[in-house]
């Protein structure tokens, strides 16, 4: 297997994930101008990742049930990347994205 075959990724969360007050109170400076997203990282394929989320395998709860598309165009740039890297950078980007108003879980 490749050293550098791990990824970022981001998912679009429908706006109903705010109807959590666990997402909320994660999000206290959410923007509403801005999406809810969800940043994991993988070893294996985001659009396959995305694919496990929504049938259930291995799923966040709000990707499973609110994840709408992924959102390349904020997370294509890093990808791929080693391991430790990857890892930094799911923490990296779900705070940069909050900082910026939107609203995040990240897993």
Request: hydrophobic letters at 35%; aromatic letters at 12%; a positive charge.
């Amino acid at each position: 297997m490749k050293k550098n075959h791990y990824s970022v990724y981001v998912v679009e969360l429908d706006p109903e994930v705010l109807q959590h007050a666990r997402f909320r109170k994660a999000n206290p400076n959410y923007d509403a101008m801005k999406p809810c997203v969800y940043v994991g990282m993988t070893g294996i394929e985001p659009d396959l990742r995305f694919d496990k989320h929504k049938a259930g395998i291995q799923a966040n709860g709000y990707v499973m049930r609110y994840g709408l598309r992924l959102l390349p165009g904020l997370y294509s740039p890093y990808n791929p990347m080693p391991y430790d890297g990857a890892r930094d950078m799911e923490v990296e980007l779900a705070i940069a994205l909050r900082e910026k108003g939107y609203g995040v879980w990240q897993g």
